[in-house]
C-alpha cells in the first residue's frame, strides 16, 4: 500500500505547483476556523467557567465541576506512576534544565566611553499561562519544555491549562517544575480562559505552548487584542523535513517521517532527496513499520498530506527546506556538517543518522515547541529568555556626562530637539562650576585616604617569591567546602626560572570579562584569606580602630584580627541570620572594616542586599564594606559586584577555591574601586600568584571551563537536592536550613555523637556546636554520589538505633 500519495519531481513542477506543494494542510482544513476560534473566544470572554464548563462538555465530552486541580492530588500523583516513568521524566528533567540553564543572561555592566556605564537587565514575565496539548495524547514532555524555562526565568505566578482528564504523568511533571496552579481545560477556550481571565483562572501577561489549528489561532487572535497579552509563538500542528542523500538509511527515513506523523491529522512530513532509490525504498518499507502502531488512522491521513520530493541535487533540498521553513530538519547526509552553515529557517536541526527527532521531543536537553507554519523564518525555538523581559539602564558621572554632552548636544540640535539639549547642557555646566573634576578626585582619594593607615599611603611596595603547598587526604572530606570534582588542567608554561607578573595581566583580563568589571578594579590575591588579612594590614590602625562582622560567620575574620591585635565588634546576626543594621548603626565607632560573608558561611542563607546597601550608604567615608562571596557561583544573580562603582568604600572577595574546584590552586580576588586597590598593591607580599597558579586560572576562566564550571555547579546542587531529602528521612536530623551553596548546615539531636560516629566511620564534616546560634549543628558539604550516598547510610544506620 502507498501512503505517500504525492511523490514529487520537483524540476517538474510550475511555479504554483511548488507553492502549493510547500502549503501547509492545515490551511486547507477548514476555513471557517478563524470565525470558531472568535465565537469560541467572545463567548469565554463574556461567560467565564460557565463558558468553560460548555466547552467541556461539548469538545472533551466530560461534565468538570472544579477546573481547579487540587494540590492534594498534584502532590499524590506521584505515588499512580510506575518508577521507570518517573525515572524517565526525572533524567530528561536534567537535562532539559541543564541546556536551558545556559541560556540564563548575565547581567554585564560596558563602559560605551569614559564614565558612561550602560547594561541590560532581565526580569521575569510575572505571570504567565502554560498550555499542554491533550486531545489524542498527554504530552506530559510539554510541562517539562515550557515549565523548565519558566522555573529558570523565576516566573512567579505560572497557570498551566490542559485538557481533561489529567494524566497522573502531567500532574507528575507539573509538580516537579514547582507548576501548582493547573486547570482542567484544553482547545481555544482554554487560551482565552488565560487571556481575560475568569473566576477559577487567572489572567496571565504571557501565553506559551504548542497546540492544534484552533489552539494556534486562538493565540494568533488574542495576541492581536488589546488586552495586554503576548504569546510565545504560533506553534501548531508538528511539521519535519528530512533531507537525504544516497548515504542515508532508508529505514530511518521511515521511522523518524512516521515518528512526526503520528502527531495529528493535521501534521505534515516531507522527504527531500536526490536519490530515487531512497524515495522507493521509503514508499516500499512503509508499511512494515506502520502496520502495528496504535496511532496508524492518524499515521495515514497525515502521511496523506505530506510529500516525497526528488531533487536534482543536494543544494535544491537546501533551498526547498529554507523556502518551507520547517519546525523539525533532519540532515541525514554524510557530509551534514557542510550542509548546516546552509541552514538559514529551522526550528530545530537533527544532524547525521544517530540523532532521531525523538531525542529533541523528549529528552536531549533542547526544547521542543518550536515555530511551525514557517514562522522559522523570524521565530526561534523556545528557551528561558521568552520568559523574561529586558530593561536598559545608564549611569553616567559627572565626568561621563561631560564626555559624551557635546555628542547629544549636535544630535538633538540638529534634530530641533532642543528640550533634549537643554536637558544635557544645563548639567554640563551645573558640574564645570559646582563639581571641578580635579578637586573631585582629590577629596575622593581623600576619603580613602582618611581611613587607611598613615604609614601605609606612602609605602614603596617591595617584591618576592611565593611557593605552592600541596595536601592529600584519605577521607570523604565534607568539612571544607571544597567541590568533590576534580578538574583536569595540564601546565601550558614552564618559565619557573622566572619571577611571575606581580598581578598577571592575562589572568585579571580573564577575570575582568567573567565578572564584568574593569581591570583596574582587580586584584588577584592567595585565595580570598589574603584579601581578609590585606585590607586589615592596609586601612586598620591597632591601637585605635576596630573591625566588625556578625556571628554565626566565616572565623577568618575574628581570627586575622586577633594576629594583627586589632579590635572587634561583634554583632550577633538575627535569628533569620540578617544583618541587625539598628545595631550595627550603634556600633560604628572607630570601625574602619566590616566583614560580611553573603552567601554567609556557615548557615548558607544569602543577606538582605537592601541591608548591604543601606549599610554602604551610612559609612561612606567612614569605613570599608567587605562583602566575601566565596560561594556566589552557586547563586550568581545575587552578587553585587555591579555597585563597585557606585560606592568607593565596597569591597567585594572572590576566589577560585569552590565553584572552580580549585582550592589547592589558592587564587583569590579583591575587587573595588581603583584607590583600594592601589593601596593594597603597596602592601601586598611580592610576587603573590606563582606562574603556575596563574597558568590554571587562566585556563579555568576560558569559555570552555566556565561552561565545564557551570555544569558542575549543576551537578553539585542536584546533589544537593539528593541529600537533603534523604536528611529528611533520618531520624537523627531535627532540621535542614535553606542553603544557596555547597553545603548544608544540619542540626541534630545530638550532634557531638553523630559528629564522632561520622568520623569514625572516615567521614568527616564541620562541628559547629561551638559557635553562636548553632549548637547541635554540624555543616555538611555536598560530596559526589558516593560520598553523599556513604554519608546518608551511616545516618540512616544511627537513626536505626
Not at 510547500?22 to 470565525?35: Q, Y
Not at 541552514?343 to 527527532?357: H, K, R, T, V
Not at 547629544?408 to 540638529?414: D, F, L, Q, R
Not at 597558568?695 to 553539585?716: E, G, T, Y
Amino acid at each position: 500500500m502507498n501512503f505517500f500519495k504525492n511523490v514529487i519531481y520537483w524540476n517538474l513542477c510550475d511555479q504554483n505547483q511548488k507553492k502549493k506543494i510547500l502549503t501547509r494542510p492545515v490551511i486547507f482544513l477548514d476555513k471557517n476556523i478563524k470565525k470558531e476560534v472568535s465565537n469560541i473566544i467572545h463567548k469565554v470572554k463574556q461567560e467565564g467557567d460557565n463558558a468553560l464548563e460548555y466547552y467541556n462538555l461539548l469538545f472533551d465530552k466530560v461534565k468538570i465541576k472544579t477546573l481547579e486541580i487540587s494540590i492534594e492530588k498534584i502532590n499524590n500523583a506521584k505515588l499512580n506512576i510506575k518508577q521507570d516513568i518517573k525515572n524517565a521524566i526525572n533524567n530528561a528533567y536534567y537535562n532539559i534544565n541543564k541546556f536551558h540553564s545556559y541560556q540564563i543572561y548575565k547581567t554585564k555592566k560596558i563602559e560605551t566611553t569614559s564614565g558612561v556605564y550602560c547594561q541590560q537587565i532581565f526580569r521575569p514575565i510575572n505571570s504567565i499561562g502554560l498550555y499542554v496539548p491533550g486531545g489524542t495524547a498527554p504530552l506530559f514532555s510539554t510541562v517539562l519544555m515550557l515549565g523548565i524555562p519558566a522555573q529558570l526565568a523565576l516566573c512567579k505566578n505560572i497557570v498551566m491549562c490542559t485538557p481533561a482528564p489529567i494524566s497522573n504523568e502531567i500532574l507528575y511533571t507539573a509538580n516537579l517544575c514547582k507548576i501548582k496552579k493547573i486547570f482542567q481545560i484544553g482547545g481555544a477556550q482554554a487560551i482565552a480562559a488565560m487571556a481575560f481571565g475568569t473566576n477559577s483562572i487567572p489572567k496571565v501577561n504571557k501565553i506559551f505552548g504548542p497546540g492544534n489549528a484552533f489552539v494556534t489561532e486562538a493565540k494568533k487572535q488574542i495576541n492581536n487584542q488589546k488586552e495586554n497579552i503576548s504569546i510565545d509563538m504560533p506553534a501548531g500542528p508538528s511539521e519535519l523535513i528530512i533531507i537525504a542523500d544516497k548515504f542515508a538509511y532508508s529505514h530511518f527515513i521511515i521511522a523518524d517521517l512516521i515518528s512526526q506523523a503520528e502527531h495529528g491529522v493535521d501534521s505534515q512530513v516531507i522527504l527531500l532527496t536526490t536519490e530515487e532509490k531512497i524515495a522507493k525504498e521509503v514508499i516500499n518499507g512503509i508499511n512494515n513499520q506502520i502496520i502495528n502502531l496504535p496511532r496508524k488512522d492518524i499515521i495515514i491521513k497525515s502521511l496523506n498530506n505530506s510529500y516525497i520530493i526528488i531533487t536534482k541535487d543536494i543544494d535544491q533540498c537546501i533551498q526547498i527546506s529554507n523556502k518551507y521553513s520547517p519546525e523539525h530538519l533532519i540532515i541525514q547526509c554524510n557530509e551534514y556538517e557542510k550542509i548546516l552553515p546552509k541552514i538559514m529557517n529551522a526550528g530545530s536541526i537533527f544532524l547525521g543518522n544517530w540523532a532521531p527527532g525523538s531525542v529533541g521531543d523528549y529528552a536531549s536537553g533542547t526544547n521542543h515547541v518550536l515555530p511551525t507554519y514557517g514562522y522559522a523564518l523570524t521565530y526561534s525555538s523556545l528557551g528561558v529568555s521568552d520568559f523574561q523581559k529586558s530593561m536598559t539602564v545608564q549611569e553616567l558621572t559627572p565626568q561621563g556626562l561631560l564626555n559624551i554632552s557635546n555628542t547629544v548636544e549636535i544630535m538633538s540640535t540638529t534634530e530641533k530637539l532642543i528640550g533634549h539639549k537643554n536637558s544635557v547642557t544645563l548639567r554640563s555646566e551645573f558640574i564645570k562650576k559646582k563639581l571641578l573634576l580635579n578637586k573631585n578626585n582629590d577629596k575622593y582619594k581623600n576619603n580613602i585616604n582618611k581611613i587607611a593607615k598613615k604609614n601605609i599611603i606612602n609605602l614603596i611596595p617591595y617584591q618576592s617569591a611565593r611557593l605552592l603547598d600541596n595536601s592529600r587526604f584519605d577521607h570523604i572530606l565534607l568539612n571544607a567546602n571544597e567541590s568533590p570534582i576534580t578538574p583536569i588542567f595540564k601546565l601550558i608554561k614552564n618559565t619557573f626560572n622566572r619571577y611571575p607578573e606581580p598581578q598577571p595581566k592575562r589572568l585579571i583580563k580573564n577575570y575582568s570579562n567573567y565578572c564584568g568589571i574593569n581591570v583596574d578594579n582587580i586584584l588577584v590575591s592567595r585565595g580570598a584569606d589574603e584579601g581578609i588579612d590585606l585590607l586589615m594590614r592596609t586601612f586598620c590602625n591597632y591601637k585605635s580602630d576596630k573591625i566588625l562582622f556578625c556571628p554565626p560567620t566565616y572565623g577568618m575574620y575574628y581570627i586575622n584580627a586577633k594576629i594583627l591585635g586589632i579590635k572587634i565588634n561583634a554583632v550577633k546576626s538575627l535569628e533569620n541570620w540578617q544583618l541587625d543594621l539598628n545595631t550595627i548603626k550603634k556600633t560604628l565607632d572607630n570601625v574602619k572594616i566590616i566583614y560580611i560573608c553573603n552567601p554567609n558561611n556557615p548557615t548558607g542563607n544569602l543577606i538582605n542586599q537592601n541591608d548591604i546597601i543601606e549599610l554602604l550608604e551610612i559609612t561612606q567615608g567612614k569605613s570599608i564594606v567587605v562583602i566575601d562571596e566565596a560561594y556566589i557561583e552557586f547563586c550568581i544573580t545575587y552578587t553585587i559586584v555591579h555597585l563597585i562603582e557606585k560606592y568607593s568604600n565596597l569591597v567585594v572577595l572572590r576566589t577560585l577555591s569552590k565553584a572552580f574546584s580549585l582550592a589547592g590552586l589558592r587564587c583569590g580576588f579583591v575587587l573595588a574601586n581603583k584607590e583600594i586597590i592601589n593601596l593594597l598593591l603597596k602592601v601586598i607580599a611580592p610576587y603573590p600568584i606563582p606562574e603556575p597558579v596563574s597558568d590554571i586560572a587562566v585556563q579555568a576562566l576560558n569559555r570552555k571551563n566556565l561552561i565545564l564550571m557551570h555544569n558542575n555547579i549543576n551537578k553539585l546542587m542536584n546533589n544537593k537536592l539528593w541529600l537533603i531529602k534523604n536528611l529528611k528521612k533520618c531520624h537523627v536530623v531535627k532540621n535542614i536550613f535553606p542553603s544557596q551553596t555547597n553545603y548544608v548546615l544540619t542540626k541534630f539531636f545530638k550532634s557531638n555523637y553523630i559528629f564522632k560516629k561520622l568520623s569514625q566511620k572516615g567521614i568527616i564534616v564541620r562541628n559547629q556546636d561551638h559557635n553562636i546560634g548553632l549548637s547541635n549543628c554540624l555543616r555538611i558539604s555536598v560530596g559526589t554520589d558516593y560520598e553523599s550516598t556513604k554519608l546518608i547510610s551511616v545516618l540512616q544506620e544511627l537513626s536505626s538505633y
